[in-house]
């Protein structure tokens, strides 16, 4: 296993609610940007991309997708040195593998980390 883990993903009918989370290793989940991106079912490919779904950054900042937006919510506990992502109202075309990814760039160097993902499925 690498440094970042994904859990909670699952079955759920659509307007359920899940909590993913991202238990993070060996590195400090404070000094990095923090974001969930997502792929649909199949291999990557120019039809079937990595989307941004939520991101956070080490001064509070959050972003979301537009298809995010009101529905999701990103966080983060430095304690735990978590990520999680709370979603709620979920339809079917959030159907997707979903990966936590911690960013930083420092003295020149990038640091770009990711998890192995966990499948999400709705129902309809």
């Known amino acids: 296993q690498g440094p970042l883990v994904e859990s909670g993903g699952g079955l759920v009918e659509t307007g359920g609610s899940l909590t993913l989370s991202c238990a993070v290793s060996?590195?400090?989940?404070?000094?990095?940007?923090v974001a969930w991106y997502r792929q649909g079912p199949g291999p990557l490919s120019p039809t079937n991309l990595r989307?941004?779904?939520?991101?956070?950054?080490?001064?509070?900042?959050?972003e979301y997708a537009d298809f995010a937006q009101g529905r999701f919510t990103i966080s983060r506990d430095n304690i735990k040195n978590m990520v999680y992502l709370q979603m709620t109202n979920l339809k079917p075309e959030d159907t997707a593998d979903y990966y936590c990814?911690?960013?930083?760039?420092?003295?020149?160097?990038?640091?770009?980390?990711w998890g192995a993902g966990t499948e999400v499925t709705v129902s309809s």
């Open positions: 989307v941004k779904v939520a991101g956070l950054s080490t001064a509070g900042v959050t």
């Open positions: 990814n911690l960013r930083k760039t420092r003295n020149l160097r990038d640091y770009d980390y």
């Open positions: 060996g590195i400090a989940v404070g000094s990095f940007d």
